[in-house]
């Protein structure tokens, strides 16, 4: 007997029907199988070794495979060879958010198409300082919960999701905010066909799913947030509402994002954000520092990504890459307020892939400044467009002369403002 997951196909809410294993189902089974070697009661961590193993099978998305033959908590039993010889036909029923006896009988088809926590790999995504640690951290299957900290925009989130991409490990990703809950991250009673129903939550999904559970901005919380105690812990966790222990699955995984410690902003730049519990902090193994990547790195970003859009324009890649080098030096001396992230070169980017027009990507990306800083940001930019040796000789001199200029730019302005103030 293979059993499907009720939840899952419920999810689908999908009349009679009945479904066949396409050829691609079929020999990616067999595949699997053959990789147990004759062994049909695994675990989900040897199913995984097992998918795994097969490199060259034809579905690279084995969730169907996970949801289809869960006999148990953390326990998966496939059918033999000698069962695959004729394609399996599946049979569901759904009625009321509840699945019939029929839906026990064979795979789910459609299940790989329907819910998949899998992220996409990006084929320009550029591989650069922190990324081995964190993935030789998901990789270990060893429980350790990990806090990436660091200035918006230079690929914390992204380098989390193609880490699980690469490894083929699902991710739930939970953006954070202070008005996330208990009933937000675990769940809670919803009105179904107007009858209260429990659904999980994203955490507790991930849990049972023995997913990466990324929790995206997690200095925005509130004191609410220590509901995930237990979870960080690695024990599971009481549902309270419902009476039911969660423990979690082999592989689940804790990674979390911030552009701060924990210990709010200090220079306001980012407003919202909170002083977290130290016990919730302190329940991360690992808190992970990134800064932007070097120029080299950058270079290689841009040009993916004009690539992409089918743009060819090194020097302009190169102007970008070192305009936005000058700005954070000088971000970091104390000269301006604001910074020019990996993120927003990569905006200028498709601004330029759209209008074909350097000086208006540039202008519009750094709109969202206020006067004077964009003034400034703009007429560095033009003195880097304007020189090409500049990038050429890269020297030391120069690189302080072009932060010497924004300095300058913003005291002037102060001056100004100062002296325009009545007594």
Known sequence: MIHINPLTVAKMQQSDSDYIMNDKQQKTLEMIIEALDGKTVVTRKELHNAIISCEDRPIKNGRWIYDAYRVGHGKFELPTLENLSEKPVVSQKVVKGEVSTAATTEVESMIQDVISFIPEVDSNYVRWGNHKDVEAIIKSGIFYPSFITGLSGNGKTFMVEQVCAKLQREMIRVNITIETDEDDLLGGFRLVDGQTVFHKGPVVEAMERGA???LDEVDLASNKILCLQPVLEGKGVYLKKINQWIKPADGFNVVATANTKGKGSESGAFVGTNILNEAFLERFAVTI?????????????LKGEFERHGVNDDSF???????????????????VDEIIS?????????????????EKAVGMCINRFDDDTKESFKDLYDKIDGDDLLVAEDSLENRQALASDISHGVNELDNNMASEVPY
């Not at 890649?317 to 000269?335: Q, S």
């Open 212 to 214: 990466v559970l990324l």
């Open 289 to 301: 520092e990134q800064g932007y990547a070097p120029t080299s790195t950058e270079v290689k970003i």
């Open 317 to 335: 890649i190169n102007h970008l890459v070192r305009w936005a080098e000058v700005i954070r030096k000088t971000y970091f001396d104390g000269g």
């Open 342 to 358: 990996t993120r927003r070169l990569v905006h200028v980017a498709k601004a330029y892939a759209i209008f074909n027009n350097r």
